[in-house]
């Protein structure tokens, strides 16, 4: 009996697709709109129509947010073995190419580009120079290397500061014997 109406029920799962749908889209966010897939509309705070038959919509939040990298074990200039964590303080400012044009997953191209980019920072430092300017300068280098890699993304970068920095030893083990990193070799 169920099989029987099954056809029903997808018959008017299609017709509600020709009926037009309303999106509410709050002022902490924007969203876009691809029309036929492939022409990307932004909209904005406000209320907005669509066709789901040929449409299709997206929000997502475009107000201030935070993203918290995880640790990393790291290199200095100087082989000094360091671990270091950041927070990148951010805002959506071009919906359409955050999620639209040249992207799909903001929180993880972010993500990617800011611990490169903490990689990038830290290991142009040595040791007793990223301990020197820690507050200053490291977070100023940080937060511009972020921002100019992620605008091209349509995200504006705020900051991007450490909240972990530590010296630390890393070992890799291979089976049960331990690999001896390259800091390690000289004190024998």
């Keep these: 009996m169920t099989e029987a109406f099954s056809w029903l029920g997808s018959l008017v799962e299609s017709l509600g697709s ?18 036929w897939g492939r022409h990307v509309r932004e909209m904005n705070a406000g209320i907005h129509w669509y066709w789901p038959v040929t449409t299709e919509a997206v929000t997502i939040v475009i107000a201030r947010q935070t993203l918290n990298l995880p640790t990393q074990a790291l290199v200095t200039k100087d082989r000094q073995q360091v671990v270091a964590g950041a927070v990148v303080v951010y805002s959506i400012n071009d919906v359409v190419k955050a999620i639209g044009e040249r992207n799909w997953d903001v929180d993880t191209t972010i993500n990617d580009i800011a611990q490169t980019a903490l990689v990038k920072v830290i290991s ?62 000289g004190e024998e």
């Excluded at 749908?21 to 969203?31: E, F, K, S």
């Excluded at 100019?148 to 995200?155: A, S, Y």
Aim: aromatic share 8%; hydrophobic share 35%.
């Design 124 to 185: 142009k430092f040595s040791l007793e120079e990223l301990l020197d300017s820690l507050d200053s300068d490291i977070e100023e280098r940080l937060t511009q290397t972020c921002r100019r890699q992620l605008d091209k993304f349509g995200v504006y970068v705020h900051r991007c500061a450490l909240t972990d920095f530590s010296t630390c030893r890393v070992y890799k083990v291979l089976g049960d014997s331990p690999f001896k990193s390259p800091a390690d070799e």
């Design 18 to 35: 020709l009926i037009p749908r309303r999106v509410i889209v709050r002022a902490t966010h924007a969203g876009v709109k691809w029309i």
